[in-house]
């Protein structure tokens, strides 16, 4: 297998090439369903791999505290100018090193700390950096938590905003990792600005379809709106920002220097790079690729019998409900790596397990329709899963299942890994 771009580092540092080559590997015969992740595309691996790694740019374009940032300046201007057309925003900060770092220097422009924000409940889907006890949101802030209806296992906005009256937040953060319905950013600015409180969608996980238009987009709602680059946007690792004027300096003060040292300059440019790709019509139909791929893993699962929360899927995600199978999320995820597919456990709503076992699995789709995975392998797929959680002690089972996988990875490489740079590749 040819591996992208290692032979110099081969001959320079065998150790680290040799493990880059096997994660690689990895990869390529593993079914990857975890929601977050995708597969850049190989531009958006050239771009990080630049010179601009090298270079010290503290500050933003035309404000630098060093000299020679004449290119840093172009890029970061066109990472800018490209983040603002694609989502219709008046200001984007392209700096942050991660989603994480985004909520962080947001918090950091609106809240003092012992301000009280409200967020959506971990175990509902939320976020570590909404409000999680072992994070600095949950220490810094005093959340409160806002969960799904018990019935229904989507966002219940009456429950939202008569708890919004009641604890009068001055800060409201609507945005999931792990939630598969629509999120209606209009009805949570309106309970927002009911109560005198700022709204910040995080859109981490849906970025890619708020970008091609098949989400809702938070930007006419949201005073800031966070996000990742790399799940659905399918860019490099890191986070960007995008608010109105009013906003955009205590943002941009709040990232550097409020946070932050000098800025990933090789990253900003992959960023830029991922932004422009997201505007082509292709990205469109990829994202639909996403969508469809979700129903159909959804719909195929609850026929062989598996419960779905909240009974299907709007976007990338389907969380499985593995309780009336009498096996947790932990067996389920293990069972199915040693069968070559990848998922991650997941508490589910009101779930009675601890985080570290779980009642559920979270799938993701984003990955796999970027290798090109249809609607006839998430059927396949569907029915390997089924086969490995019935049987989760049957290693016999695994194995076939795996040898299954590594046959339909072969026919689906990797963007770049194979050493195809189609315009297919992009399209996914
Ligand atoms: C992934 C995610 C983040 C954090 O992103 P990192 O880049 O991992 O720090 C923040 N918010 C939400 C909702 C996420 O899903």
């Not at 600095?136 to 708890?163: P, Q």
């Not at 960007?240 to 800025?263: K, T």
């Not at 995975?373 to 989760?392: D, N, R, W």
């Not at 963007?415 to 399209?427: D, H, L, R």
Request: with cysteine; glycine share 8%; net charge neutral.
């Amino acid at each position: 297998m040819k591996v992208y771009k290692t032979s110099l580092l081969a001959q320079c540092d065998s150790e680290v090439a040799r493990i880059i080559q096997l994660e690689t590997e990895r990869q390529t015969n593993t079914i990857n369903l975890v929601a977050s992740e995708n597969h850049a595309h190989p531009s958006v691996l050239e771009a990080q791999s630049c010179l601009l790694t090298d270079k010290y740019a503290e500050g933003y374009p035309k404000h630098r505290y060093y000299g020679g940032c004449i290119y840093a300046d172009a890029i970061e201007t066109l990472a800018i100018e490209r983040a603002k057309k694609l989502f219709q925003a008046e200001h984007a900060n392209v700096q942050p090193h991660s989603g994480s770092q985004a909520n962080m220097a947001a918090y950091s422009a609106l809240l003092e700390h012992g301000d009280t924000v409200m967020g959506l409940d971990l175990s509902h889907g939320g976020h570590l950096t909404h409000g999680s006890k072992v994070n600095f949101s949950g220490r810094w802030y005093n959340f409160i938590f806002y969960g799904v209806n018990a019935k229904t296992e989507m966002l219940d906005y009456d429950e939202i905003e008569k708890l919004a009256l009641a604890c009068k937040p001055k800060l409201i953060v609507a945005g999931a990792s792990a939630y598969p319905r629509t999120i209606d950013f209009e009805r949570f600015s309106y309970i927002a600005h009911r109560v005198g409180a700022k709204l910040l969608a995080d859109m981490a996980h849906i970025a890619g379809m708020v970008a091609a238009g098949l989400h809702p987009s938070p930007v006419p709602y949201a005073e800031v709106v966070t996000s990742t680059t790399q799940k659905t946007l399918r860019g490099p690792r890191g986070g960007f920002i995008l608010c109105n004027e009013d906003l955009a300096s205590a943002i941009d003060a709040a990232v550097f220097p409020g946070i932050q040292g000098g800025p990933a300059m090789h990253i900003i440019a992959a960023k830029a790079v991922c932004f422009y790709q997201a505007m082509q019509p292709e990205f469109i139909d990829y994202q639909l690729s996403i969508l469809r791929n979700a129903k159909v893993l959804a719909a195929e699962l609850q026929n062989y019998g598996m419960r779905i929360i909240s009974g299907g899927t709007d976007n990338h995600i389907v969380l499985v409900d593995l309780s009336p199978r009498g096996i947790s999320g932990k067996e389920a995820e293990e069972a199915l790596e040693a069968a070559g597919i990848l998922v991650n456990r997941n508490t589910i709503p009101f779930d009675p397990k601890p985080p570290h076992l779980t009642s559920g699995i979270r799938l993701g789709t984003p990955a796999l329709t970027t290798r090109g995975f249809g609607v006839e392998e998430m059927k396949h797929i569907a029915a390997l899963i089924t086969k490995v959680i019935f049987h989760p002690g049957d290693e016999r089972i695994q194995k076939q299942v795996c040898q299954e996988v590594k046959e339909m990875c072969q026919r689906f490489p990797i963007p770049g890994v194979a050493g195809e740079y189609t315009k297919g590749s992009i399209n996914g």
